[in-house]
């Protein structure tokens, strides 16, 4: 019920294609979905982030589109480049304890993006 | 302006010995958040601290403590150390409890 699935587990794209990761859940109180980009040795750094009340969002050439009623969202990378070869983990945030709020995450997807 | 700060940077222990995290979150966030990362998994969470108390506990064994002091840093104790506690250990500060977390690098901890 607490689980974010992620797929695919690994993606490998050229440069300037437009790689997309999927992200499916269960538990309909999360309600809020980060995405989160992360460098070898680094912590996680938000991404893009979207309520459930919103179809899609752009972030300069971070998209994420987000399925209500399939309990999917999914992040598109316009434009890739060799610098946004990382891990990227989807989240959703659920309430706990009264008032209190925690995420569950993806396992990642590590993404490359080749010259 | 700061981001969130942890040390050491990297610790080696031995296996049964205990160790001490530190945190200091982005300035004027009152709530910090720990989590453990092992090598090609996201996160799992850990702890919650708002103003310094206990917001929420992760599915982790009682060697796994932590607190939360005034200027709102924060500590992650581990006693007994096993093998499998090697992982990066996550700090996050938001806001208020319920906020969007921001990460700091985390502390690489080897159990030998």
């Known amino acids: 019920q607490q689980q974010v699935k992620q797929s695919p587990q690994s993606l490998i794209v050229q440069k300037g294609g437009i790689p997309i990761i999927n992200c499916a859940y269960e538990n309909t109180a999360f309600d809020y979905f980060p995405w989160y980009q992360q460098f070898p040795g680094k912590g996680p750094a938000l991404l893009i982030a979207?309520?459930?009340d919103v179809s899609e969002k752009k972030e300069g050439r971070f998209t994420i589109s987000f399925n209500k009623s399939a309990k999917q969202f999914s992040l598109h990378i316009m434009d890739s480049q060799p610098g946004d070869s990382a891990t990227y983990f989807c989240?959703?945030?659920?309430?706990?304890?009264?008032?209190?709020?925690?995420?569950?995450w993806g396992l990642g997807t590590s993404l490359a993006v080749n010259p | 302006d700061a981001g969130v700060t942890q040390s050491p940077t990297h610790l080696i222990k031995t296996r049964g010995q205990h160790v001490t995290l530190r945190c200091s979150p982005i300035?004027?966030?009152?709530?910090v958040s720990w989590y453990q990362q092992v090598l090609g998994q996201g996160p799992q969470f850990i702890f919650q601290y708002y103003e310094k108390e206990e917001r929420g506990r992760g599915n982790f064994p009682d060697r796994f403590s932590a607190r939360q002091f005034p200027n709102y840093s924060s500590e992650l104790n581990v006693n007994a150390l096993l093998l499998g506690d090697s992982a990066l250990y996550l700090c996050a500060s938001s806001l208020y409890s319920a906020d969007t977390q921001y990460f700091g690098p985390g502390t690489r901890l080897t159990v030998l």
């Open positions: 989240a959703a945030r659920v309430v706990y304890a009264g008032n209190n709020r925690k995420l569950i």
């Open positions: 300035s004027g966030h009152k709530s």
């Open positions: 979207i309520r459930p």
